[in-house]
């Protein structure tokens, strides 16, 4: 167990809806990632919280949008849904928000029928 | 930005022998180099990492080496085992403004025993 808690573990939904991921870091850390894992493809870096601010952005869609709170849990939205949108997306944490260990939760499936 | 390559992407070896994992990068400026297994369905977990200031770094049979000239590193097994079956990530960041870390596309590696 990495510490970092992700949920749902599945989300099943509909093109053209709107889902919610949640995730809450280690405790002590104060960095929050998420990434994007498709059928068989690697990790895509969406974007980077430290202590509530953005701190660094990655190839993430305009309907895409995410958010750290002052208890540190961030959460990921994803808007407009479409069939390409079905991954695999983790949430990792970390102390320093730079050069540092990634601790990744399980993650979260999202289908969209 | 950044961009990481990977090679190769499956890597079938037998148990006992010896695996090589290949990773270049683009941007000079990286200066930290983790390595994450991934098994099945599971989540990515740092196995070692290295950082600019050292050309290899040793973990029990695991090894990593970086050559900055070149802007490449590898990953080393020995003695192999069947549990080191698995998909394997290089990464590479900055640390600079952020933890941007970028992926490989990944290698999976099975091992025969």
């Known amino acids: 167990d990495s510490g970092v808690t992700q949920t749902p573990k599945h989300l099943i939904t509909a093109t053209g809806q709107r889902v919610t991921l949640r995730c809450s870091p280690r405790?002590?850390?104060?960095?929050v990632y998420w990434y994007q894992q498709s059928l068989d493809q690697g990790l895509q870096f969406l974007i980077q919280?430290?202590?509530?601010?953005?701190?660094a952005k990655g190839n993430i869609l305009e309907r895409f949008s995410a958010q750290q709170f002052p208890d540190l849990h961030s959460e990921l939205n994803l808007s407009s849904l479409e069939l390409g949108d079905s991954a695999l997306y983790f949430c990792a944490s970390g102390r320093t928000g730079a050069r540092e260990k990634l601790f990744f939760g399980s993650g979260t499936q999202l289908s969209v029928l | 930005g950044e961009n990481v390559e990977q090679h190769p992407s499956t890597l079938s070896v037998q148990e006992g022998d010896s695996a090589v994992i290949k990773c270049t990068y683009s941007?000079?400026?990286?200066?930290?180099f983790p390595w994450y297994k991934q098994e099945l369905g599971k989540r990515p977990q740092l196995i070692i990492d290295?950082?600019?200031?050292?050309g290899e770094k040793k973990d029990q049979r695991i090894a990593v080496t970086l050559n900055k000239t070149a802007k490449h590193f590898s990953l080393h097994i020995t003695e192999t085992q069947p549990e080191d079956s698995a998909v394997y990530f290089c990464a590479a960041s900055t640390g600079a403004a952020g933890n941007k870390l970028t992926f490989g596309g990944g290698t999976r590696v099975l091992v025969k025993p």
């Open positions: 919280y430290y202590n509530g601010e953005e701190r």
């Open positions: 405790s002590g850390d104060l960095s």
């Open positions: 290295i950082r600019s200031n050292v």
């Open positions: 941007d000079s400026a990286s200066n930290y």
